[in-house]
């Protein structure tokens, strides 16, 4: 599969990145990605359909899900049944997918962060691996940052690996692309456009970001998570913990410190004092609210003047 650009969308729960997003990437000529973590089965397919209708069947569309949640294996058959282009997993490493992925002749992708992972991941049956660095939002795997990594895990492998963390320019493309990415995946930049599927408040909060304000956080999942500091973060720092109102038994192992999935609802409906707001590293280099093709056409054309820099040198 090669889309028209070299840019696939991260993909970002809980209800963040669905049909609206994924959709208008594919149509700007990227990868569009679904997440289908958190959410009802019946919900990520309706949102299969849509993202099919709104692209007319052309363009790419994957669907991303949590490895760490209960109905992992649940959600990625029922994605793959739906044949979507691809299934793409992270926070944690899935063997299974890799096997329903032959069954239902789905590619599958791993999100990875050493070059020992993306061996295991190629050995598996990975159509490609995407190297993420710490500079991420959401959850992390390491605390190295991309450009470390990524000439390490293309070194390891023959399949394509796309670099993740940190990207937002079209320097970055062209940076990867010279250290042998066949492409990138870009999360936040994406939030913060026209047709993401996240309420006004939380692109806003993307906006509105000064440099210094993410942080890191120990998620429920055990894992650090990047996301953009509010009270909700203030709250759990360190030890502390919240009060679960509810538990949706969402995850195969939990802290229970608080609940995750209840604070990403909270800032999906628009909450993003106390709910959980992810984002990458460098979100606070973000200030407009643009439309993806905008977003997109903005990036190639920065790759392309970055690539004929590179190549006067």
Same mark, same amino acid.
């Given at each position: 599969?090669?889309?028209?650009?070299?840019?696939?969308?991260?993909?970002?729960?809980?209800?963040?990145?669905?049909?609206?997003?994924?959709?208008?990437?594919?149509?700007?000529?990227?990868i569009g990605i679904i997440s289908g973590t958190g959410i009802p089965v019946e919900e990520m397919i309706a949102h299969i359909r849509k993202a099919r209708e709104l692209t007319k069947g052309?363009?790419?569309?994957?669907?991303?899900?949590?490895?760490?949640?209960?109905?992992?294996?649940?959600?990625?058959?029922?994605?793959?049944?739906?044949?979507?282009?691809?299934?793409?997993?992270?926070?944690?490493?899935?063997?299974?997918?890799?096997?329903?992925?032959?069954?239902?002749?789905?590619?599958?992708?791993?999100?990875?962060?050493?070059?020992?992972?993306?061996?295991?991941?190629?050995?598996?049956?990975?159509?490609?691996?995407?190297?993420?660095?710490?500079?991420?939002?959401?959850?992390?795997?390491?605390?190295?940052?991309?450009? #470390? %990594? $990524? &000439?390490?895990?293309?070194?390891?492998? =023959? !399949?394509?690996?796309?670099?993740?963390?940190?990207?937002?320019?079209?320097?970055?493309?062209?940076?990867?692309?010279?250290?042998?990415?066949?492409?990138?995946?870009?999360?936040?930049?994406?939030?913060?456009?026209?047709?993401?599927?996240?309420?006004?408040?939380?692109?806003?909060?993307?906006?509105?970001?000064?440099?210094?304000?993410?942080?890191?956080?120990?998620?429920?999942?055990?894992?650090?998570?990047?996301?953009?500091?509010?009270?909700?973060?203030?709250?759990?720092?360190?030890?502390?913990?919240?009060?679960?109102?509810?538990?949706?038994?969402?995850?195969?192992?939990?802290?229970?410190?608080?609940?995750?999935?209840?604070?990403?609802?909270?800032?999906?409906?628009?909450?993003?004092?106390?709910?959980?707001?992810?984002?990458?590293?460098?979100?606070?280099?973000?200030? #407009? %609210? $643009? &439309?993806?093709?905008?977003?997109?056409? =903005? !990036?190639?054309?920065?790759?392309?003047?970055?690539?004929?820099?590179?190549?006067?040198?």
């Open positions: 599969m090669t889309p028209k650009v070299p840019i696939m969308q991260g993909g970002m729960g809980v209800r963040i990145s669905m049909s609206g997003l994924a959709a208008a990437v594919a149509n700007a000529g990227g052309i363009g790419y569309i994957g669907v991303n899900v949590l490895f760490a949640m209960t109905d992992f294996a649940k959600t990625i058959k029922a994605a793959m049944a739906e044949k979507v282009d691809f299934i793409i997993s992270g926070a944690g490493f899935s063997r299974d997918m890799y096997a329903w992925g032959k069954e239902y002749r789905v590619p599958v992708i791993s999100i990875v962060s050493s070059a020992k992972l993306a061996k295991l991941a190629e050995k598996l049956g990975a159509a490609a691996v995407v190297a993420e660095g710490f500079e991420a939002g959401g959850h992390l795997g390491t605390d190295r940052p991309l450009f #470390d %990594i $990524l &000439p390490e895990v293309v070194g390891a492998v =023959n !399949i394509p690996v796309i670099a993740a963390g940190g990207i937002l320019k079209g320097e970055d493309v062209a940076k990867a692309i010279q250290m042998g990415a066949a492409g990138v995946q870009m999360g936040s930049r994406f939030v913060a456009s026209v047709e993401c599927d996240a309420p006004p408040a939380f692109k806003q909060k993307y906006v509105d970001a000064k440099e210094g304000d993410t942080v890191l956080v120990k998620t429920t999942v055990g894992m650090m998570g990047r996301a953009i500091r509010n009270r909700f973060t203030d709250m759990i720092s360190g030890d502390n913990k919240l009060k679960i109102e509810k538990c949706y038994e969402c995850l195969k192992n939990c802290s229970y410190r608080f609940c995750t999935l209840d604070s990403l609802f909270k800032s999906v409906s628009g909450d993003v004092n106390t709910g959980l707001v992810f984002s990458g590293a460098r979100v606070h280099e973000i200030n #407009d %609210i $643009l &439309p993806v093709k905008t977003i997109i056409d =903005n !990036i190639m054309r920065e790759y392309k003047e970055a690539m004929g820099r590179l190549k006067d040198h």
